[in-house]
C-alpha cells in the first residue's frame, strides 16, 4: 500500500517489473499516464487502486487489456477512456469511476456495464449516469452501489426498489 506517498510515474514504472504483484494501491500519488499504462503490464494484476491520481484517458485505455478484478479510477481524468473499459466486464467485482475530474462519464461511456455479472459493488457518484443506467445493471448482482449527485429520477429509484438486493446505496 502506497496510498498517499509522494510518488509519480518513475516509481510506477519500477512497480511494474514485479511481474508476480496482483495488488496495488497507489491512491492519492502523483501518478500518471506513463505509469497507469506501465503497470497494465502486470500480467497477474488483479485489484488497482489509482484513485485521486493523475491518470486520465491512456491509462484507462492500456488498463482494458487486463484481467483486473477491482479497478478503482475514482478522482481521475480517465474521461471518454471508461468506454474502453467494457474488456474488463467479465472479472471486474469492484468499479469506481466516481468524482471524475473534467469530462463525467455519462450513459454511454458505463452502457458496458450491463455486461459485467460479477461486479458487486460499483461507483459512479457525480457522474451523468441516468435512469437508463439503472435499467441497464438492474439485474447485476450488487451489494453496494453509490450514485450520490447524479441525475437519477424517481423513476430509477423504483427501478432500484424493485430489482436490488442492495445491503448499501449511496
Known sequence: DLEGTPIGDRAAIALSALTALQAINLA????????GVALATLPHLAILDLGRTLVGEPTAIALATTHLTQLFLDDTRAGRGIKRLAPLAPTLLRLDLSKPVGYAAADTDVAWLANATQLHELRLSQTRITDATIKLIANLPLHELSLARTPITNAGIAILASRFLLEELD
Open 28 to 35: 492519492d500519488t502523483q501518478v500518471g499516464d506513463k505509469g
